[in-house]
C-alpha cells in the first residue's frame, strides 16, 4: 500500500517535504515504475503535479516547475516531494502512485498554505 506523509500547515514561502512509501512492495516491482505525485483541492479534480522516469527523468506541470521537485530511492522503496516557495493555491491533498494510477490510492497527505 501506498502511505504519504510529510504534509503540515505552512505560511506562504514556507517548504515541506513529503515522503511516500509504497509499504510491502518488492523493489522488482518498485524500480520499474514511473512514479508521480498527484494533488486534489477540495472541490477540485485530482492532478498530476510531478513525475519521474528511472531515477533522473523529471517533468513537471507548470505549476510547479521551479519550485518543487521530485525524486526517488529505489532501495527504500520511497518517493519525495520537495516542496519550496508554497503558494496558498498548493492547498490540497496530496498523493504518490504510479503514473499508469495502478494501484489504490493511499490516504494521501494534507498540505495547508496560508496566506
Known amino acids: 500500500r501506498l502511505v504519504e506523509s510529510g504534509g503540515a500547515l505552512v505560511q506562504a514561502g514556507g517548504s515541506l517535504r513529503l515522503s511516500c512509501l509504497a509499504s510491502?512492495?518488492?523493489?522488482?516491482?518498485?524500480?520499474?515504475?514511473?512514479w508521480a505525485w498527484y494533488r486534489q483541492a477540495p472541490g477540485k479534480q485530482r492532478e498530476l503535479v510531478a513525475r519521474?522516469?528511472?531515477?533522473?527523468?523529471?517533468n513537471y506541470a507548470d505549476s510547479a516547475k521551479g519550485r518543487f521537485t521530485i525524486s526517488r530511492d529505489n532501495a527504500r522503496k520511497m518517493v519525495y516531494l520537495q516542496m519550496n516557495s508554497l503558494k496558498p493555491d498548493d492547498t490540497a491533498v496530496y498523493y504518490c502512485?504510479?503514473?499508469?494510477?495502478?494501484?489504490?490510492w493511499g490516504q494521501g497527505t494534507q498540505v495547508t498554505v496560508s496566506s
Open positions: 510491502g512492495m518488492i523493489t522488482s516491482v518498485f524500480n520499474p515504475n514511473d
Open positions: 502512485n504510479t503514473v499508469e494510477e495502478s494501484l489504490p
Open positions: 519521474i522516469a528511472g531515477i533522473r527523468s523529471t
